[in-house]
Antibody, heavy 121, light 107 residues
Framework: QVQLQESGPGLVKASETLSLTCSVS??????????WGWIRQPPGKGLEWIGS???????YYDPSLTSRVTISVATSKTQFFLNLRSVTAADTAVYYC?????????????WGQGILVTVSS | DIQMTQSPSSVSASVGDRVTITCRAS??????LAWYHQKPGKAPKLLIS???SLQSGVPSTFSGSASGTDFTLTISSLQPEDFGTYYC?????????FGQGTRLEIQ
């Protein structure tokens, strides 16, 4: 059974960089049958896709964030990362990491529990 | 970007009712459509992928269908645990996009 777990600071100062880690068990980020992604949800609002990375290292980002975001994979292939630069209060959200798998029709079939990140001024 | 428009934005129904939620894509996405259910404070749960493929463990009261760029999630007999918010999501092309959500309240 695949499990994902987000970790990182829950409070980030405005203009600084938000850095989160997603730890994966039960699968490998080097699997060619999955994309690994980040999705966020501002308080009281809907789901916002941030981006995904494939085992090849190819990364895809939402156009509204592409100038500030980087998703990367650890050499261990059991973790992947989110870096979001120059944050503002609008980046305050619950951040989820998730797997999108071919075995599930390319839906996000496994999610972390989510981590609330608050941007303070 | 492909825009996903859900309707209604909220719905209230009673246990045993049939509920239908619609999602319209701004362009052809074939059947690259997934449905999720999210309860407050929890991560979303994948219900249906490829427009109509029910995920393992999801009750058969849930079903999905497609007609052109219109997609439908149907709950044939509403259960108390079905409350929460439902989202559609397209994976035809990047950027992946979600609908704005439909909040389902049990009367």
């Amino acid at each position: 059974q695949v499990q994902l777990q987000e970790s990182g600071p829950g409070l980030v100062k405005a203009s600084e960089t938000l850095s989160l880690t997603c730890s994966v068990s039960g699968d490998s980020v080097s699997s060619g049958s999955s994309y690994w992604g980040w999705i966020r949800q501002p308080p009281g609002k809907g789901l916002e896709w941030i981006g995904s990375i494939y085992y090849s290292g190819s990364a895809y980002y939402d156009p509204s964030l592409t100038s500030r975001v980087t998703i990367s994979v650890a050499t261990s292939k059991t973790q992947f990362f989110l870096n979001l630069r120059s944050v503002t209060a609008a980046d305050t959200a619950v951040y989820y990491c998730a797997r999108r798998a071919s075995s599930s029709g390319w839906g996000y079939d496994s999610w972390g529990q989510g981590i609330l990140v608050t941007v303070s001024s | 970007d492909i825009q996903m428009t859900q309707s209604p934005s909220s719905v209230s129904a009673s246990v045993g009712d049939r509920v239908t939620i619609t999602c319209r894509a701004s362009q052809d996405i074939s059947n690259w459509l997934a449905w999720y259910h999210q309860k407050p404070g929890k991560a979303p749960k994948l219900l249906i992928s490829a427009a109509s493929s029910l995920q393992s463990g999801v009750p058969s009261t849930f079903s999905g269908s497609a007609s052109g760029t219109d997609f439908t999630l149907t709950i044939s007999s509403l259960q108390p645990e079905d409350f929460g918010t439902y989202y559609c999501q397209q994976s035809k092309s990047f950027p992946i996009t979600f609908g704005q959500g439909t909040r389902l309240e049990i009367q």
